[in-house]
């Protein structure tokens, strides 16, 4: 059974940083490309990168590139997220994705 | 990048009645392939999303034949034959034919 796990979500001040992990279960992770994606409280969502199967081609959303950066061990099954200089507007679920499966999202709250 | 932009239901739908969610992107989302990169998703109240259609009309492993994607370019419809409690939840489209990848702002369905 595919299992994508995220871990790391907190609050975190204006203009820090945090590091989200996504642990996958259940299927080769080397194999696959993998994304993040986010839901801000009672909105949509918002796709904000991806990586390909060995980490050395990465592709983002214009609103976090540069802020944020997506990486990946595949011996560890893997797969992070590193924000930095965050924003009240990253406030959000962030979910590790990997079509068709999606994890169950960790809550990231930004506030002073 | 692509706006998708998603209508609205008029809620609540009868059980048993069908319901179609409309959805409208900015740009032609059919490829010199043949090939609409266009999906649909679900999200039921406190789940994460779950991927229903992909390439327009190409129903996901495990979804119900009750679902129905079909369209043009730029011009999409998600048919729900005879809803049913379980289809209770936000609808979303999603274009992937070009970075950033993006979505509707969702279609709210509720049961009568």
């Known amino acids: 059974e595919v299992q994508l796990v995220e871990s790391g979500g907190s609050l975190v001040q204006p203009g820090g940083s945090l590091k989200l992990s996504c642990v996958a279960s259940?299927?080769?992770?080397?194999?696959?490309?993998m994304d993040w994606v986010r839901q801000t409280p009672g909105k949509s969502l918002e796709w904000i990168g991806e990586?390909?199967?060995?980490?050395?081609?990465?592709n983002y959303a214009p609103s976090i590139k540069d802020r944020f950066t997506i990486s990946r061990d595949n011996a560890k099954s893997t797969l992070y997220l590193q924000m930095s200089n965050v924003k009240s507007d990253d406030t959000a679920i962030y979910y590790c994705?990997?079509?068709?499966?999606w994890g169950q999202g960790v809550m990231v709250t930004v506030s002073s | 990048d692509i706006v998708m932009t998603q209508g609205a239901l008029p809620n609540p739908v009868p059980s048993g009645e069908s319901a179609s969610i409309t959805c409208q992107s900015s740009?032609?989302?059919?490829?010199?392939?043949?090939?609409?990169?266009l999906n649909w998703y679900l999200q039921r109240p406190g789940q994460s999303p779950q991927l229903l259609i992909y390439?327009?009309?190409t129903r996901a492993s495990g979804v119900s034949d009750r679902f129905s994607g079909s369209g043009s370019g730029t011009d999409f419809t998600l048919k729900i034959s005879s809803v049913e409690a379980e289809d209770v939840g936000v609808y979303y489209c999603?274009?992937?034919?070009?970075?950033?990848?993006?979505f509707g702002g969702g279609t709210k369905l509720e049961l009568k």
């Open positions: 994705t990997r079509r068709p499966y």
């Open positions: 259940g299927f080769t992770f080397s194999n696959y490309w």
């Open positions: 990586i390909n199967t060995d980490g050395s081609k990465t």
């Open positions: 740009k032609s989302l059919l490829h010199s392939n043949g090939k609409t990169y």
């Open positions: 390439w327009m009309s």
């Open positions: 999603q274009q992937f034919l070009e970075y950033p990848r993006t």
